[in-house]
Structure formats: C-alpha cells, structure tokens
C-alpha cells in the first residue's frame, strides 16, 4: 500500500481520528500485556495442580518472552514492508485465538508450545505501534499519544497481574484464561473497527541485511553496550523479584492467599506514576544521576522485603516498582540520547536485551529458588545490583 499525502495531514488532538487511533492502540496494549503478564501470579497454581516444580512452571513465561523477541524482529521487518496495521490486527487475533485454547490443552508441554506460539504473535503490537503513531500523529502532538500507550503497557501488566491473580482464587485457572481471551477477543474486534488506514505508509524495499547491519553498528559501540547491558540487569532483578514473590508470600511466616497476593502487584501504579516525575528531575540534574537514585531505590525495596513483615514486603516492593521504572525509563532515554544514526536500530536492541532480562529472570533464578528459597533471590539481585553500580558508566555525566 502507498499512501497518497497530497492534502493529508497527520492527525491532531482536535480531530476524532488522534482518539480512535490513540485509544485503539490502547486497547491492544492492555490486551497484549495483561495476556503476556496473567501467568505470573498462577504460576504457584500450576507447579500445584500440575505437578511441576517452580522452575518448570516459570517456563510458561521465558518461552513467552523468548518468542517475543524473534517476534520484534521478524514482524518488525514485516511491518515495514507490508504495512503496520496488517501486522497488530493480525497478531491481536493470533494472541486471542491462543488464550483461549491453552486451557483446552492435554499436557503443560503443550501449554508451552502455545505460549511460544503466542510470544511471537505478542511482539506484533510493541514492533509496530510506535511506528504508526511516528507516521500517523503530528509531531507536536506525538508525545500525548505515546504517553498514553506506553501507560497501557503498564496498566496492562498491571492488570494482568492483579485479575488473573484474584479471579483464580475463586475460580478455576482455565475459568481465568478464557476470560481474558474473551477481553482479548473484544479488544481485537474493537481494534479492527476503530483504527484508521494507513496514510504516510510506504513499503520498502530495504533488504533485511541492511536492517540487520544498521542494529549491530551499535554493538561496536562500548557505550551502548553498557546500556544494553543494563537492560538486561535491571530487567532480571525486577522480573526475578515478581516472578518468585507469589511463592514468597504463600509460605511462612506470610501464608497469603492468592488473591491478597494478586494484589500486591498494584505496587505498579508507582510505576506508572513515577518516570514523568523523574522525567522533570533528569532536566534538572542528567539522566544518569536520575538512574542511580532509582537503582538505589530498588536496593532499598529488596532490602525491605527480605524483612518477615507484611507491611514492609509491600513498602519495598513499592520501591522496587518505582525504582525499576525510574532508572529503566532513563536508560531508554539515554540510548536514543547516545545514538547518533540508526536510532530505531539501538531502539531495538535495547527493546529485545529488556526482554532477554525478562526471560532470564523468570527462569534461570528458579535455580536459586529451589535450592536457597527468597534468600538466593536476593543474592542474585544484590550481585547484579553490585555489577550495575560499579560500572564506569557512572563516572561523570
């Protein structure tokens, strides 16, 4: 498809196709993320009813998350030939169709293979959707628009947590999926009805080594590779922490139930809040000094919830949501800062080491779970922490 620009221009907050496409986006945010997030609060279901150990269990989110990361670049390269829109109304409907057959699945094998299947189909949307909006929004008005999707991820892991978590201590954990394949369902259906065509969209006819070789420049740079590297540390602390915190808090001295247990994870809205406000301090005193009070933050959150208090869990991992969205927001915002060319292409890179942490954390801690239980998750989070603080990228600003 090529786009006719003569008297088209991009879309403003005063027109009522910014909101269609704006909440659109929105709606497939939330659809994808709480689909990606819904198995970490039941992941204690499963090693139960399963009969697998923690580790196993924490398979149904590395897969995933693995997937996604061959998915962000394979349906990248798709959308910037085939078109963007093509790619998130078809991975939305992948994504739903996927939801709601795992609970029809005979074995946890299975179970896995789906969740493959559906990480790569969940890249579609992150892969995607940032570049519609760059084409489509007026630049002035760009960041509104960015803001309130980049919100829904949150929102959207958020609440994939929270519900999947509370419903499955009163229901059964299929009753739990096919209610959300049922959101997702109507989020797809409502996503198909209110985005826009493509205006400004041009295929290319860039070979994919080009592509390829305009990310791994940035590999060549020590610079960047310490922020990728980041990426990855600070991604493994926090997806370590939540992964393992539900078996945490159901053992003693805690024996929580699921659903008070779900609800630890409205510690997101610290999250979703603090990066603007860090974003006004970063004017003020640099993106790197911002990020090292938010590692310090985090520090003092896996500190607090190695203390047997319900109260102070809750407190640090309050502190953990909002040092980990503090120093991740600054060190996105520093690799588009240190990218002189090919920025989508450092973008990208960043993107998939942020999930490589996710895949890492939710499985290779497992390990140190089985063996040391919270303890050993928080040896690890203290050794990464210690790396990420002693590195030379804090020297100077």
Known sequence: MEANCENVTPYTPDEMSFWRVTIALMLASLSVFSTLYVFQPLLPVFTSQLNISATEASFLMSACVLAMVAGLFVLGFVADRYGRSLVMKGSLIVTALSLLVIPFTPSFEWMVTFRVIQGFFLAGIPAAAMGYLGEEMAHKHLGLAMTLYISSNALGGMGGRIVGGYMTDFFDWRITLWSFAGFSLIATFSFMFMLPEERFFRETDQRIVEDLQGMLVHLKNAH????????????????AIWTYVPFYLQEEPFTWSLKWIALTYSAYIFGVLAPPIAG????????????????????????????????????????????????HSMAAALVSKSATHHRSGASGFYLISYYIGVAIGSTAVGTLWEQFQWNGVISVTFLLIILFLLHPLYKGE
């Open 224 to 239: 960047m590779l310490v922020l990728f590297l980041l990426g990855v540390l600070l991604q493994i602390v926090f997806t």
């Open 280 to 327: 006004r301090f970063s004017d003020a005193f640099g993106l790197k000094k911002v990020m090292f009070t938010g590692v310090i933050l985090l520090i003092i959150g896996v500190m607090l919830t190695s203390i047997s208090s319900g109260i102070l869990v809750l407190s640090g991992l309050s502190l953990i949501c909002m040092g980990f969205f503090v120093a």
